[in-house]
């Protein structure tokens, strides 16, 4: 298989450069020509264009001269790779080298001539120096300049005319690609930008017509199809404030990647996507120490449980690329873990993966995982999230997330783990109800683990990360809005007030990464998701982004809030203070004192309790757990 991939790729290479070796000889011969005829036309109009006025003695020594004035032309062009251009994308660095080359040339011929003893006269060099650049530029640059002329004058009349927003480099990019390539079928008949110094211009030949609040009147004076917004260094608040602005027009909107998520930091129309719900939650983007994090799982053994979920598979990916020594994927649902395994062996084929099927409740699974494999770093994210399934199975909660944590906390010290990092959840701070409940409790156990790991002297630090909401997690109400807008509605919300605090999947784990740097042992981090969204008004930006208006062509319909349902939720809990970190978006809760020797008799409670399938579940962790009031669920403000 490798053999025929290499033998393919060479293929391709050598197409490649059979290619251009064609193009490049192409230009050369065009060189040629021109240089002969500007020296020629040159000395024609030293005579007035009088073929019979030219002295035999001029017409030999330009013959003498011609070829080796041609291979020093066509020499000093290669030095300096004028034949390895793309004539359709021929800039500003060409006319650049050109005039270099021919000004070396200038200094060069003359030279030649005098040592081959041929004198000419001075028009003759001027006016042939000066016909030869000219011509030579000509031939590279009227590529670019016939596919700008058929941009602007041939273009369908069927493409999409465009709103830019922004007047910057990035818009200038787009709407030079735009001109240049009328197979993309978008004309940009207009642009915006904030800076009312650039109102009134042009851009590559587009007026700009004022700012953001000029947009829906621009989309109807100019006829705009499309909006594309192009400001990828633009801060969260305004993005969401413009792309509010672009979304209420009805017009499709597009945008280009953010300045941190433009990897090679070049704008293309390929680039441009649908305008997603992160874009609208005006959060700035979040920046972690890479190195920082790279050092901590680099050479590393490191281990996440559920590994295929939501969470898991964005922690697998963002440690892959830190080339951990091995990366154990553990997991129940073989889908998912199947899933993630292919990925990363086709994004990284040099990792060391390994793929485990089986369930944190198995206690002689877990151990056989932890002795075989010595995991260095743990990132536990098994557990069961769904608030309204968890609330009519809460033994399974139980038994899953308390009892499946205490297990792999208890493996990780036993078989010499360095670190183990809880994946938490705001749900567990003054719970109401049992998915929350348990998380809590999960968090205890890391906190009992961490102090039992320093009793015995172990080198094994305990911590946990607390975070919100996720966007396109499993189980997260975007999905079921998507799905349900694509059903043509209605969009369900239970309650007009709701709201969450929402990150974007790799934001979080990113910061999950840089926790686990921070970690001494016992900390719970608390991650700033920034500021509540209400759930619908969520729901009636993703109507807008779909195209539609919301209550007119989709409806809005409040359900009620189920049980265990908040309308808001919190961070942290009265007992507990805050302490910052280096990173101002990462902050850590105070822990709140415990006996563990009473704790451990609780768990053991609860243990059986959820394998007995005992209906007082919620009562026994209410005493465990003072904070969680489950009678309060549907109702707490």
Not at 605 to 628: F, G, H, K, N, Q
């Amino acid at each position: 298989m490798g053999l025929k991939k290499q033998t393919h790729r060479r293929g391709s290479l050598l197409r490649v450069n059979s290619e251009w070796a064609q193009r490049a000889a192409i230009i050369a011969v065009l060189d040629v020509v021109c240089v002969a005829a500007s020296f020629f036309v040159a000395l024609l109009l030293r005579f007035d264009l009088v073929w019979s006025q030219i002295p035999q003695g001029l017409l030999d020594g330009y013959k003498a001269l011609m070829p080796p004035t041609i291979c020093l032309v066509v020499a000093t062009l290669w030095s300096l790779r004028l034949y390895h251009s793309i004539w359709s994308f021929a800039s500003v660095s060409e006319l650049g080298r050109l005039i270099v080359a021919w000004a070396m040339d200038a200094a060069a011929l003359p030279l030649l001539a005098l040592a081959m003893g041929v004198r000419m006269p001075v028009s003759y060099w001027l006016g042939g120096l000066f016909l030869g650049f000219a011509s030579t530029t000509g031939v590279r640059f009227s590529w670019r300049f016939m596919r700008l002329l058929r941009g602007r004058f041939g273009r369908d009349a069927k493409a999409k005319r465009v709103l830019m927003v922004g007047a910057g480099e990035s818009g200038r990019a787009l709407i030079r690609e735009m001109k240049v390539s009328p197979q993309l079928g978008m004309q940009v008949v207009c642009a915006i930008d904030d800076n009312p110094g650039k109102h009134g211009r042009y851009l590559e030949g587009v007026p700009i017509v004022g700012g953001r609040d000029a947009i829906a009147g621009a989309c109807d004076e100019y006829g705009v199809d499309e909006i594309v917004f192009a400001i990828p260094s633009c801060s969260g608040a305004d993005r969401r404030e413009i792309l509010e602005l672009c979304g209420a027009t009805g017009r499709e909107v597009r945008a280009i990647p953010g300045i941190y998520q433009l990897v090679d930091g070049q704008v293309a129309v390929s680039k441009l996507r649908e305008v997603r719900l992160e874009d609208l939650l005006g959060r700035d983007p979040i920046v972690v120490d890479a190195n920082e994090v790279r050092g901590f799982i680099e050479g590393r053994v490191v281990l996440v449980t559920g590994g295929g979920g939501s969470i898991g598979s964005e922690l697998c990916r963002q440690i892959a690329k830190d080339n951990p020594k091995q990366l154990i994927i553990f997991d129940i649902y073989e889908n998912n873990a199947y899933a993630i395994q292919q990925e990363l062996r086709h994004d990284y084929p040099a990792l060391d993966l390994v793929t485990l099927i089986g369930s944190v409740r198995n206690t002689e699974r877990i151990r056989s995982v932890f002795e075989t494999y010595r995991p260095e770093l743990v990132f536990h994210a098994a557990a069961h999230k769904h608030v309204p399934l968890m609330e009519d199975s809460p033994c399974e909660a139980i038994k899953n997330n308390v009892i499946g944590t205490l297990k792999c906390a208890q493996a990780a010290l036993d078989y010499g783990t360095r670190r183990f990092v809880l994946i938490s959840t705001d749900k567990a701070v003054n719970p109401t109800n049992i998915m929350g409940a348990s998380k809590r409790l999960c968090e205890m156990v890391v906190q009992m683990m961490d102090r039992r790991a320093n009793a015995q002297g172990k080198q094994t630090d305990y911590v946990a990360v607390r975070f919100g909401n996720v966007l396109g997690s499993n189980g997260s109400v975007v999905p079921l809005f998507e799905k349900q807008i694509a059903e043509g509605g209605p969009v369900t919300v239970t309650h007009p007030d709701i709201t969450r605090y929402f990150m974007t999947i790799p934001e979080a784990v990113s910061l999950v990464l840089q926790s686990a740097c921070y970690a001494a042992g016992g900390e719970i981090f608390v991650l700033d998701m920034g500021e509540p969204v209400r759930i619908a008004d969520m729901a009636r930006k993703l109507i807008q982004l779909a195209g539609y208006e919301p209550d007119v062509d989709i409806k809005i319909v409040y359900t009620g809030l189920r049980p265990g349902e908040k309308l808001y939720e919190e961070r942290l809990m009265d007992e507990e203070g805050l302490r910052r970190t280096e990173n101002k978006l990462i902050s850590i809760a105070e822990p709140i004192e415990m006996d563990d020797a009473t704790f451990q008799e609780q768990l053991a409670r609860l243990d059986a309790a959820s394998r007995a399938e005992d209906p007082r579940i919620r009562e026994y962790v209410a005493e465990v757990v003072p904070t969680y009031h489950p009678e309060r669920g549907g109702v707490a403000a």
